[in-house]
Each structure stands twice: as structure tokens, then as C-alpha cells.
């Protein structure tokens, strides 16, 4: 079963507000990412976990917070939404490290809209 | 930017042709992957291609990589209506995390 799951599908948020989205895997994999796709522009990582370890890219640090609690869930945690936060937000996990030569498994997304 | 071109590319042709999907990347690489994300679900890879490789074939499906040139290609033979997606090609790059770094894609709709 190579199924990540996304919940919920699509969220509304208000400007200012917190939000939180849920990713989950069950096979085992030691990697999860976070991607945000905004239209017509490429998937852009934001952050991801290795094991116990979170990554945060430079650029998206302060933006974006997440936990792993354990191997299987991983959220994405944003403290005060703002509305260029409206995107996809795209999970996805790999059973290593260092994505270039790994599979990375994607779940559907959440569409996040920021009013 | 890891990417040549930045903008979505469009491509729409008939169904039973065949199409070649271009990517070019600025920095070294050790391996380019190409995925598929069809409306509603999120992308899902097609072929990953090594440095020392030039070209990979799964079904209908062939992909090259050049690195003299620094660019990959993504060919599809007899297209039907259901390889209507965004096609991504993505590398990983010299960012320090050697992770997977996308292009914006292609939109390819084929029609019946």
C-alpha cells in the first residue's frame, strides 16, 4: 500500500488565523515532505522531516512550523495565515534520505484558501 | 533558481500523437525524476534517471539525460486522452539539503 493521506482536502482559513494540516503513511518510511503548489508555478519544498530530524528550507523558515510525533503523521503548522498563504499543500514521503534518488510517494494535497 | 525555464509550458495535441517534454537545469545533478500529477491527485513519479545514464524507457514512456547539455527529455509514443497531466521534471540541487527541487511543469492535454 504506498498511500499517503491528506486531511482535509480543502481548508478555509482566516487572515491571521493558525492552521494546521495533517499527512499520514503507513509504510514505514523514514522521510516526509511538505510542498506548497501555488498555479502554473513548480511544487516548492518547504520543509521536511528525516526521522526525529525537521529540515526547514531557508527561505520558508519563519513561515512554517511542523511536528512528527511519530513515523506515520506529520503536520504543517502555520501561526498567522496570511493570503499569499493560499496554495496546495503537497505530502509526501520517501523510505531514505536525500530525495534525488528516492521515489517520492505524494498524497492529493490540501487546497488552502486564506480569506 | 535550479530551473532553465520558469513558466508553465502548454502542449495540446491529438490523441495516438506522440510528444517530447523538454527540462533544463543550471547546476550539476545526480539524477533527474520525472512525475505526473493528474487533476485532483498529487504528483506521482514516472521514471527516475541517473548521471550515468542517457536514456530510461518504462512503456511508453523514454526518457534521456544529457549533462553536457544539462537538460532531460520526456518522450510519450502513442498519447491517450488519460496522459492528460502537469508533467514535472525535478532534480535535486545544490541547495544543501539534496533534495527534490521541481520544474513548473508541463501541461500536456491530449484530446480524444
Known amino acids: 500500500d504506498t498511500t499517503v493521506k491528506q486531511n482535509p482536502r480543502y481548508k478555509l482559513a482566516r487572515v491571521g488565523k493558525p492552521v494546521n494540516l495533517i499527512c499520514s503513511q503507513t509504510m514505514n518510511h523514514d522521510t516526509m515532505y511538505w510542498y506548497q503548489k501555488k498555479p502554473n508555478q513548480a511544487p516548492k519544498l518547504l520543509l521536511f522531516y528525516y526521522d526525529k530530524i525537521l529540515n526547514r528550507e531557508a527561505d520558508t523558515f519563519e513561515k512554517f512550523q511542523s511536528s512528527r510525533p511519530n513515523n506515520s503523521f506529520c503536520s504543517l503548522y502555520i501561526g498567522s495565515a496570511g493570503l499569499e498563504y493560499s496554495a496546495m499543500y503537497l505530502c509526501?514521503?520517501?523510505?531514505?534520505?536525500?530525495?534525488?534518488?528516492?521515489?517520492?510517494?505524494f498524497g492529493s494535497g490540501t487546497r488552502l484558501t486564506v480569506l | 533558481s535550479q530551473w532553465g525555464e520558469e513558466n508553465l509550458q502548454a502542449l495540446s495535441i491529438q490523441e495516438g500523437e506522440d510528444v517530447t517534454m523538454n527540462c533544463s537545469y543550471k547546476?550539476?545533478?545526480?539524477?533527474v525524476q520525472w512525475y505526473r500529477q493528474k487533476s485532483g491527485k498529487g504528483p506521482a513519479q514516472l521514471i527516475l534517471i541517473r548521471s550515468n545514464e542517457r536514456e530510461k524507457r518504462s512503456g511508453r514512456l523514454r526518457a534521456t539525460l544529457d549533462t553536457s547539455s544539462q537538460s532531460s527529455s520526456l518522450s510519450i509514443t502513442g498519447t491517450l486522452a488519460t496522459d492528460t497531466a502537469v508533467y514535472f521534471c525535478?532534480?535535486?540541487?545544490?541547495?544543501?539539503?539534496?533534495?527534490?527541487?521541481f520544474g513548473s511543469g508541463t501541461q500536456l492535454t491530449v484530446m480524444p
Open positions: 525535478a532534480t535535486d540541487a545544490s541547495s544543501g539539503s539534496w533534495q527534490l527541487i
Open positions: 509526501a514521503s520517501s523510505r531514505g534520505q536525500g530525495a534525488s534518488a528516492e521515489t517520492l510517494y
Open positions: 547546476t550539476y545533478t545526480t539524477v
